[in-house]
């Protein structure tokens, strides 16, 4: 009985030594996204421009980014520019490509020369330039920024990258995770053209302008409710939900929300509740109810180190695999 149960519990332990791993390996798809309409020009001050917030992504890549979440398996990362209006491509003889950092097709070795001796560098350098030219451009000849029809049309599988298949690696499996990561920097009033009532079915509508906040808001006020998300949530006010299967492989970060209902001078509270709070309600119904499961929204940042910070925690989250 005594020699049995040893063999039993030899067997044990050699099935669990040669038990393989599943080991998770993440590539970044970054997808940077202006929205240049009239908020980029000079009616409201924020402490720093969106050309800094967007360089910087690039300047801090290596070793920031690349080395994320202890990644050690050979990122095969791409930051890639869109636009919430793509006909500004065109208009402006953007080269998208040229705003395009791509190491998904590199050998290991052209990888890490080309982030350790200078390469990255260079690649920074030009797209520092043609970022700085597309602003200007925009500022002397102003564009809509039509976010709700980039979020149902411009996030296409054309731009998205869908998980490999797992493969097997010295033993272990290794399952290749892509993340899409949509940085849309934008103050959060969906202004696109989209107005009246014949774009409202209801109090849902496809646009989330100054008046309609200030509509919302006044609704609130007169009903002696003193929860604003409870007054959301059985309101019936909304932005319609977009039908874009695409939307469940993305992650959302959106930045430089400025709320108008501040002091412009001094930055102080004018009214409660405030622009930036309403906007924040709204947009996270909205990207839920349109499948976007992982999403941040933050105001106006102080400076690229605060900006990068966040984003970085953000990617830092663990999602379900």
């Not at 980014?65 to 095969?76: A, D, F, P, S, T």
């Not at 100054?210 to 932005?239: C, M, V």
Request: charged share 25%; glycine share 4%; aromatic share 10%.
């Amino acid at each position: 009985m005594k020699q049995y149960f040893l063999i039993l519990i030899s067997l044990l332990f050699i099935n669990c030594s040669s038990e393989k791993k599943t080991i998770v390996n993440e590539h970044l798809n970054i997808i940077i996204t202006p929205d240049l309409s009239n908020r980029i020009e000079d009616l409201y001050t924020k402490p720093i421009l969106d050309t800094e917030l967007i360089t910087n992504i690039y300047k801090s890549y290596y070793p920031n980014l690349y080395k994320i979440n202890n990644r050690v398996l050979g990122q095969k990362d791409v930051i890639q520019f869109r636009f919430t209006n793509p006909d500004i491509i065109s208009k402006f003889h953007i080269s998208i490509e040229k705003l395009k950092m791509d190491l998904s097709k590199m050998s290991p070795n052209t990888r890490i020369n080309y982030l350790t001796k200078g390469g990255i560098n260079q690649k920074v350098d030009t797209i520092t330039k043609e970022v700085e030219d597309i602003y200007l451009k925009a500022k002397q000849h102003t564009t809509g920024g039509d976010i709700y029809n980039f979020l149902k049309k411009e996030i296409s599988s054309a731009i998205i990258k869908k998980n490999t298949t797992i493969i097997t690696t010295n033993g272990n499996k290794v399952k290749n995770l892509q993340r899409n990561i949509v940085v849309l920097l934008t103050d959060g009033y969906i202004e696109a053209g989209l107005y009246g009532k014949e774009n409202c079915h209801s109090k849902k509508c496809y646009y989330l302008s100054k008046s309609k906040i200030d509509e919302f808001r006044s609704a609130f006020l007169k009903s002696g409710n003193p929860d604003l998300k409870s007054f959301f949530e059985s309101s019936g006010y909304g932005i319609i939900p977009i039908n874009n299967i695409n939307l469940k492989n993305i992650e959302l970060f959106v930045s430089e929300i400025y709320d108008r209902s501040l002091n412009r001078k001094t930055g102080s509270q004018t009214i409660t509740p405030n622009d930036f709070e309403i906007i924040k309600l709204f947009w996270a119904d909205w990207l839920e109810k349109s499948g976007i499961k992982h999403y941040k929204l933050l105001g106006t940042s102080n400076s690229k180190e605060e900006f990068m910070y966040e984003l970085k925690t953000f990617i830092k989250k663990p999602i379900s695999y």
